[in-house]
């Protein structure tokens, strides 16, 4: 295989991770080439929603975010997770919502599908050899579910979070101090790509020498291309065709401007540098403001009753 055509199938995986579905590449208007953000821009673009994350994290708005102010957002980031599996409202998400959540996730991101049963394959194979290793997504769900009955309530699931920040909290803050600054949080997050990247290299020395031999290193590039082209055969007939090439090319494209929103031009900066006035660059809403009745304030006066029809005079006796 050419180094080019290694290179190719790399970034089409990069840009299928972030695909929401093959089937719907047709439903997104087809970009150019050229209109493809530059690597620079995109690693930008994520500089700046990391920045806003951070910022939604900091309540307090010190510059840095606290261990409580990392719980409660994460707090608020899963429980949106939780209240979607519960499907019945129930505060309580048992094992066949979760696992109806989880597919209909899956159905929705093609790649982590395939990654999943890939590794879920892996595990078999060495559940076979060995049978006394664990499943780690099982052993995940014993660490939620603490009572053991099979469901997982928002009260476990509040506790598994505060637990699981207070631990990468603890190894992320390397200056001890509590708080977790823009700095530590980068570092954190270099920690984590170097940490997979470790595994990655372990995962393919097979035979633990601590080395990769030609063999191993061809193993570990075949296996995520045999992944990438099961994604690729949309029709699943062991081929590789040119309009199938084109629906995910056009599906990446997309997906790539998708996620980088054009900035309005009603934004304020817009605005500063066009001189113009909101009303000028959009329609502007109006909001009835309430009577609230308070002091100083100009209520508004009911209208008078109608008055009543006069009563005719009694006649008088001649």
């Not at 006035?277 to 403001?289: D, K, N, Y």
């Given at each position: 295989m050419k180094i080019s055509t290694r290179f190719g199938l790399a970034a089409l995986a990069l840009g299928l991770m972030v695909v929401p579905g093959v089937g719907r590449?047709?439903?997104?208007?087809?970009?150019d080439l050229r209109n493809i953000p530059s690597p620079m821009e995109t690693i930008r673009e994520l500089q700046n929603t990391g920045r806003l994350l951070f910022m939604m994290a900091d309540v307090n708005h010190d510059g840095q975010v606290s261990q409580q102010e990392a719980i409660d957002a994460n707090n608020l980031f899963v429980g949106g997770f939780f209240f979607r599996a519960d499907a019945d409202g129930n505060g309580v998400v048992s094992q066949e919502e979760a696992r109806a959540v989880a597919d209909r996730y899956l159905n929705e991101n093609p790649w982590l599908r395939y990654v999943v049963a890939s590794l879920r394959m892996q595990r078999q194979q060495k559940n076979a050899q060995n049978s006394n290793e664990a499943d780690p997504m099982q052993g995940i769900m014993v660490l939620i579910d603490t009572n053991n009955d099979k469901q997982i309530q928002?009260?476990?699931?509040?506790?598994?979070v505060q637990t699981a920040t207070q631990s990468v909290f603890a190894a992320a803050d390397t200056n001890r101090d509590g708080q977790m600054s823009p700095s530590e949080l980068n570092a954190?997050?270099?920690g984590g790509?170097?940490?997979i990247a470790q595994a990655t290299f372990q995962r393919a020395d097979s035979d633990h020498n601590g080395q990769l031999s030609r063999e191993e290193y061809d193993k570990s590039i075949v296996e995520p291309a045999n992944v990438v082209f099961q994604i690729l055969?949309?029709?699943?007939?062991?081929?590789?065709?040119p309009q199938e090439l084109q629906q995910i090319e056009r599906a990446v494209i997309s997906r790539i401007r998708m996620a980088i929103l054009p900035e309005p031009a009603n934004s304020p900066t817009n605005l500063i540098e066009s001189g113009r006035l909101p009303a000028e660059a959009g329609q502007v809403p109006s909001f009835a403001t309430p009577n609230t009745g308070g002091a100083g304030q100009n209520r508004r006066q009911p209208a008078p009753a109608p008055a009543p029809a006069p009563v005719p005079a009694p006649a008088q006796p001649r």
């Amino acid at each position: 295989m050419k180094i080019s055509t290694r290179f190719g199938l790399a970034a089409l995986a990069l840009g299928l991770m972030v695909v929401p579905g093959v089937g719907r590449a047709q439903e997104h208007r087809e970009m150019d080439l050229r209109n493809i953000p530059s690597p620079m821009e995109t690693i930008r673009e994520l500089q700046n929603t990391g920045r806003l994350l951070f910022m939604m994290a900091d309540v307090n708005h010190d510059g840095q975010v606290s261990q409580q102010e990392a719980i409660d957002a994460n707090n608020l980031f899963v429980g949106g997770f939780f209240f979607r599996a519960d499907a019945d409202g129930n505060g309580v998400v048992s094992q066949e919502e979760a696992r109806a959540v989880a597919d209909r996730y899956l159905n929705e991101n093609p790649w982590l599908r395939y990654v999943v049963a890939s590794l879920r394959m892996q595990r078999q194979q060495k559940n076979a050899q060995n049978s006394n290793e664990a499943d780690p997504m099982q052993g995940i769900m014993v660490l939620i579910d603490t009572n053991n009955d099979k469901q997982i309530q928002a009260t476990e699931l509040r506790q598994f979070v505060q637990t699981a920040t207070q631990s990468v909290f603890a190894a992320a803050d390397t200056n001890r101090d509590g708080q977790m600054s823009p700095s530590e949080l980068n570092a954190a997050v270099a920690g984590g790509v170097r940490a997979i990247a470790q595994a990655t290299f372990q995962r393919a020395d097979s035979d633990h020498n601590g080395q990769l031999s030609r063999e191993e290193y061809d193993k570990s590039i075949v296996e995520p291309a045999n992944v990438v082209f099961q994604i690729l055969d949309v029709n699943k007939d062991g081929q590789l065709s040119p309009q199938e090439l084109q629906q995910i090319e056009r599906a990446v494209i997309s997906r790539i401007r998708m996620a980088i929103l054009p900035e309005p031009a009603n934004s304020p900066t817009n605005l500063i540098e066009s001189g113009r006035l909101p009303a000028e660059a959009g329609q502007v809403p109006s909001f009835a403001t309430p009577n609230t009745g308070g002091a100083g304030q100009n209520r508004r006066q009911p209208a008078p009753a109608p008055a009543p029809a006069p009563v005719p005079a009694p006649a008088q006796p001649r």
